[in-house]
């Protein structure tokens, strides 16, 4: 079992920035591909931003494409979402995902391959 824990959201203004963290427990990440996906109020889940297992490979939504950056540390027990000239329109709860992945460079940008969610972080940009 992987436990997720998420952290680093907040009120920002538009045009801030803000680097967002979810954490394992239970086990290191080293055989994980990851993702970011979010949820704003009365929407559906959205897909954000992913890494392959290996970190050779990375993937994101076009709205945040150039703005957003997702990686992880070396000893792959956390991983982060840096955002940066963040809009209202990013608004949302954060959500991190795990899944146990046999493919070193393949990313996963649908929510259902993802094995473990975590309880997510509130991200609130202001105009």
């Known amino acids: 079992q992987v436990q997720l824990v998420e952290s680093g959201g907040g009120l920002v203004q538009a045009g801030g920035s803000l680097r967002l963290s979810c954490a394992a427990s239970?086990?290191?990440?080293?055989?994980?591909?990851m993702g970011w996906f979010r949820q704003a109020l009365g929407k559906e889940r959205e897909f954000v931003a992913a890494?392959?297992?290996?970190?050779?490979?990375?993937y994101y939504a076009d709205s945040v494409k150039g703005r957003f950056t997702i990686f992880r540390n070396n000893a792959k027990t956390t991983v982060y979402l840096k955002m940066n000239s963040l809009k209202p329109e990013d608004t949302a709860v954060y959500y991190c995902?795990?899944?146990?992945?046999?493919?070193?460079?393949?990313?996963?940008?649908?929510?259902?391959?993802?094995?473990?969610w975590g309880q997510g972080t509130q991200v609130t940009v202001s105009s």
């Open positions: 239970g086990r290191p990440l080293s055989s994980s591909a």
């Open positions: 995902a795990a899944r146990e992945s046999l493919y070193s460079s393949t990313v996963y940008y649908t929510g259902a391959p993802y094995d473990y």
């Open positions: 890494i392959s297992r290996s970190d050779v490979t990375t």
